[in-house]
């Protein structure tokens, strides 16, 4: 008994099947794409005076609600707030916008509270609005401006141009506690 011969058709579709995957095996793209692992760094993005601003997350280790009490205690520098008690432990609560030129807030500080470790001390920071938590390609970030205002300038280490419209400042919180700490604040 023989065996017959595949149809012609048959035999043209699985040639052509055999040969269709070995060009796909032989363009493949598995050995073009290269997986580079670009560094990133975790930001905290936020808002003071409507003004975007962000801190590394390396810096932040806790974002407290606007609801939690802080303690005013007289005789302290008008850009600290207060005392907040948390598990134990005082912490105190200050506010950057003197040092970044900004207006400070009338009334009530309303706003959530970053958690702050820089330049050897541990403090909160009022914020007014939290945007975002979020890992950027560091590659987005570039140095600051020359055309950066005098006020910022010491404190602001990047900037995030975020679209033809808005930037973000990210903020060195080294410089930022150690001005607060000579009284600059």
């Not at 932040?60 to 850009?79: F, K, M, N, R």
């Amino acid at each position: 008994m023989t065996s017959e011969p595949p149809h012609d058709s048959q035999a043209n579709n699985l040639q052509h099947a055999q040969s269709l995957n070995e060009i796909l095996e032989a363009h493949s793209d598995a050995e073009s794409v290269v997986d580079v692992d670009e560094p990133t760094q975790q930001l905290v993005l936020f808002r003071l005076n409507g003004q975007r601003f962000g801190l590394p997350g390396s810096a932040v280790s806790e974002i407290l609600p606007s609801d939690q009490p802080v303690y005013y205690v007289p005789g302290l520098p008008a850009s600290t707030e207060g005392v907040l008690h948390l598990r134990g432990k005082i912490e105190s609560v200050i506010s950057f916008h003197s040092l970044l030129g900004l207006p400070i807030p009338e009334g009530n500080s309303q706003g959530m509270i970053l958690l702050v470790a820089a330049a050897g001390i541990r403090s909160g920071v009022r914020i007014e609005q939290l945007d975002d938590v979020c890992d950027l390609p560091q590659s987005m970030l570039q140095p600051p401006p020359e055309t950066l205002s005098s006020t910022l300038r010491p404190y602001v280490s990047a900037l995030w141009q975020i679209d033809e419209r808005q930037a973000l400042a990210l903020l060195d919180p080294e410089a930022l506690f150690n001005a607060y700490q000579q009284g600059l604040g």
